[in-house]
């Protein structure tokens, strides 16, 4: 295909997405995906949780509690509770995602990754809002339970995160929007989620625990940044400025790159100043995962090429997290190998 044919073809698809922005702004009707009728409500549903985002909230959870069990602080109700409460958030943030990229008009039929269920048809928009609130709700009543036992910082934390899980994608100032996702994963599903995982089996604070939240938070948000470098250019037509709308494609390479090296810093700096032992450097061994996602992101041609790398991504928060925590058990004053 020729340079002009190329351009011609980028235009026609800027142009189509700009028309489906409107017509979903305007209320217009919608062609339903392909298939719809035969796809079941539970695997809608299912769609609609993305089971595959969810080790972004398990991964600080484990990380923390491992963290409280070399402390001799771990405590196990508390940590079922944040567990639930933290994958009961991601999946309301999923939810309430799916509905008001639906309704700014950000979800289009070309979209690139996997489907979304309001956009495609396969549930209805009051049912996923429906869903969002439900949600919502039993993350509440698993918040009381942590309040009672963490007190009055958890109470913040649970608000604050709770808020930003419908402000994320919703609300008169979206955060995804004006390129505050990536700060938000950083700091909610990596400082916050791993300090007080820790807070409410110890009922402390420590500053090594901002350390790990910062490997593991800065590996999640590299999640984000392939998600939004996939879809830069049909987020930047619906007015939905992401950092990868904001850093360009370049831009977005050097962030992910620069994520996946604050991953690894974080056990090195954690045994080099934090005293942490040296079991944690098994980390380490879980960026044999990251080689895969991150040539992928340097040298992809066409943006559906990175859908590979979110799964890939996600492996390596993992297995990071996993190696992680049980680095933190195996160098315990009572670990086996302590």
Not at 8 to 33: A, C, I, K, T
Not at 205 to 212: H, K, N, S, V
């Amino acid at each position: 295909m020729t340079t002009s044919g190329q351009n011609d073809e980028n235009e026609s698809r800027l142009e189509r997405r700009r028309r489906r922005g409107r017509q979903v702004r305007e209320g217009s009707p919608r062609r339903s995906g392909g298939g719809v009728a035969s796809v079941p409500v539970w695997r809608a549903w299912l769609l609609a949780v993305r089971p595959r985002t969810l080790p972004a909230a398990v991964a600080p959870v484990v990380v923390g509690t491992a963290m409280a069990a070399a402390h001799q602080a771990a405590a196990l109700y508390p940590a079922l509770a944040a567990l639930v409460g933290a994958l009961l958030i991601q999946i309301a943030t999923n939810l309430a995602n799916d509905y008001f990229d639906h309704a700014r008009g950000t979800d289009t039929d070309e979209r690139l990754g996997p489907v979304r269920v309001t956009q495609a048809g396969l549930l209805s928009p009051e049912a996923v809002l429906r869903g969002t609130w439900i949600t919502l709700a039993l993350a509440v009543l698993v918040g009381g339970y942590l309040v009672w036992v963490g007190g009055l910082p958890i109470l913040v934390i649970g608000l604050v995160s709770l808020a930003c899980a419908v402000a994320y994608t919703g609300g008169p100032f979206p955060l995804a929007y004006h390129g505050l996702g990536d700060l938000f994963v950083f700091v909610f599903f990596g400082l916050v989620a791993v300090g007080g995982t820790y807070w409410v089996q110890a009922l402390a604070f420590r500053t090594e625990l901002l350390l790990a939240g910062a490997g593991v938070g800065a590996l999640i948000t590299a999640i984000l940044v392939v998600n939004n470098l996939r879809d830069r250019e049909g987020d930047e037509v619906a007015g939905k400025r992401t950092m990868a709308v904001i850093l360009g494609e370049s831009g977005s390479r050097i962030e992910y790159a620069g994520l996946l090296a604050v991953g690894a810093l974080a056990p090195v700096l954690g045994v080099a100043l934090a005293g942490w032992s040296a079991w944690t450097l098994l980390a380490l061994l879980g960026f044999r995962f990251a080689l895969g996602p991150l040539e992928r992101i340097m040298t992809f041609a066409h943006p559906r090429e990175l859908n590979p790398a979110l799964g890939q991504t996600a492996r390596l928060v993992t297995w990071y997290s996993g190696l992680l925590a049980l680095g933190f058990i195996l160098g315990s004053p009572v670990g086996p190998l302590a």
